[in-house]
């Protein structure tokens, strides 16, 4: 039912806005007749194009301007694009040309297209999460990867958490509670800012047991340290930095032979880990989280949107024991993962069980693989179209550059790479300036700036339409200072 705006919709404003808007409600009512209101009522609604225009007639009163100077075709117009920009969502696609491939602040892995359907079903119906469809009892929401994730990595058991955080949390949580972790110096990472090793042990409960120094940690720090408080030894992967020079670390088979002895458990937080080995395909070699199993890891946890390619979450695999004990600790169910991602996630980890096929329809995979000569052909094919759009305002020219893994991987693994360069013309154009007018297009281009000129590494446009389109949009009319 259509409603016109009446009085009772005024409620609440204070008496001098009520009187400001009684003097608009006559241009509100003619707009609202007007034919070209018409369309905008049927795409957004007449509540919605009421409130648009209101906004609008008191936006111009409020500058001095009557109402009726305006043409009311200039404030249809007007309101038609305010209606527009208010749909848009907030979180919305992007085009990663920054040359980080697993950039944090643009969400990490884009799923494999099997995950994004498995997600799909999964967020629009029912699924039998946590329901044996044999016995028609009640199941378990690990049971959809477990025995997928233990097939990968050779571990007894698996669980899934929000994040590799959380499981981090959790697992400290659960074994070291009010005792002490055995820690070496140069491991207590930050990530990111958020995530320290220091602080999520203290979260968890437990006491850091900081041992040996920064550059070097010897198998009898750790011996030295063991006694009637100790809960667990610890080794996080340094995954974003390196220490080079006079050091050393203790092999982890080495670590897992002396925990064994006194009877702790020892776990590995591998960060990003993968589940297979990507030097076969010519990336810089990660540990594996089967490695990590096989030296005698009773726990390692790793992340799910990181190399893995997959959802963002935090996986944790190991001993049936160990895992069945963070299973029953009630922060499990804090931190547990939705059905979404569960699906997400199993049909992931399912191409994982053909590496080649995983290289292929993993996007992260496909994109930390594509060689420089098919970027660089990309780049070739794009340069005229750019060029064309950007006009006089900047010259463009095909480039060499390097992409980084991103996401806590050595930012000494570098990829070979390739993109565009725009440089300004002139003084009135900055590279900075280019950079936000990309960002402003209705799909929003990242690139980076570096040395005073606008880059976009191509390695992650999977589809040369998708920037081509955006073309068009670009307004360099306007000053660009
Ligand atoms: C990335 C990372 C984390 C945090 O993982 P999230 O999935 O971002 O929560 C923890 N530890 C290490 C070593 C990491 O690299």
């Not at 693994?413 to 360069?421: I, K, M, N, Q, Y």
């Not at 402003?440 to 040369?464: I, S």
Request: overall charge positive; some cysteine; charged content about 25%.
């Amino acid at each position: 039912m259509e409603t016109t705006p009446t009085e009772f919709e005024f409620n609440g404003a204070n008496p001098q806005q009520m009187t400001d808007v009684r003097r608009s409600l006559p241009s509100l009512d003619r707009l609202i007749r007007h034919s070209g209101a018409k369309a905008l009522i049927t795409s957004h609604g007449r509540e919605r194009v009421v409130v648009a225009l209101r906004e609008l007639l008191q936006e111009h009163r409020s500058v001095g301007a009557s109402p009726s100077a305006v043409q009311d075709e200039t404030l249809l117009d007007d309101c038609a694009s305010r209606l527009v920009r208010q749909e848009a969502l907030s979180l919305r696609q992007v085009l990663n040309l920054s040359g980080t491939v697993l950039h944090t602040n643009l969400g990490r892995a884009s799923l494999p297209e099997s995950a994004a359907r498995a997600a799909l079903i999964a967020m629009t119906g029912p699924t039998n999460l946590e329901f044996d469809l044999a016995s028609g009892g009640r199941g378990e929401r690990d049971n959809h990867v477990e025995a997928l994730l233990c097939r990968l990595t050779g571990a007894e058991a698996a669980t899934v958490v929000n994040n590799n955080a959380a499981a981090v949390l959790l697992a400290l949580n659960t074994v070291a509670a009010r005792r002490e972790v055995v820690v070496s110096r140069g491991e207590l990472v930050e990530i990111g800012g958020a995530f320290r090793v220091p602080d999520v042990m203290s979260r968890a409960g437990c006491r850091l047991r900081e041992i040996g120094t920064t550059n070097r940690t010897h198998l009898r720090d750790f011996e030295a340290a063991v006694g009637a408080r100790t809960a667990a030894f610890m080794k996080v992967h340094t995954s974003n930095y390196v220490i080079e020079g006079f050091t050393a670390e203790v092999p982890q088979r080495h670590l897992a032979k002396l925990a064994q002895h006194y009877g702790l458990p020892f776990l590995i937080d591998l960060g990003s880990g993968s589940l297979i080995d990507l030097e076969q395909f010519g990336l810089p070699p990660e540990p594996t989280v089967r490695e990590a199993i096989d030296d005698g890891a009773s726990a390692v946890t790793f992340s799910g949107d990181k190399l893995l390619g997959g959802p963002q979450c935090g996986i944790i695999v190991g001993s049936k024991e160990l895992v069945g004990r963070m299973r029953a600790n009630p922060l499990k169910r804090a931190l547990r993962v939705n059905k979404i991602i569960l699906a997400a996630l199993e049909a992931t980890l399912r191409l994982y069980l053909d590496p080649q096929r995983a290289r292929r329809e993993v996007p992260t995979l496909r994109l930390l693989t594509r060689p420089r000569e098919d970027i660089r052909a990309q780049a070739e094919r794009l340069l005229k179209m750019v060029s064309a759009a950007v006009g006089n305002v900047a010259e463009v020219s095909v480039i060499d550059c390097l992409s980084q893994i991103g996401s806590g991987s050595r930012p000494v693994d570098l990829l070979p790479s390739a993109g565009l360069a725009l440089r300004p013309k002139g003084k009135s154009v900055s590279a900075a300036r280019l950079a936000r007018q990309f960002r402003a297009l209705p799909l929003p281009v990242v690139g980076r700036v570096q040395k005073g000129l606008f880059l976009m590494d191509l390695r992650c446009l999977d589809d040369d339409a998708a920037l081509v389109l955006q073309l068009q949009h670009l307004d360099l009319t306007c000053e660009l200072t």
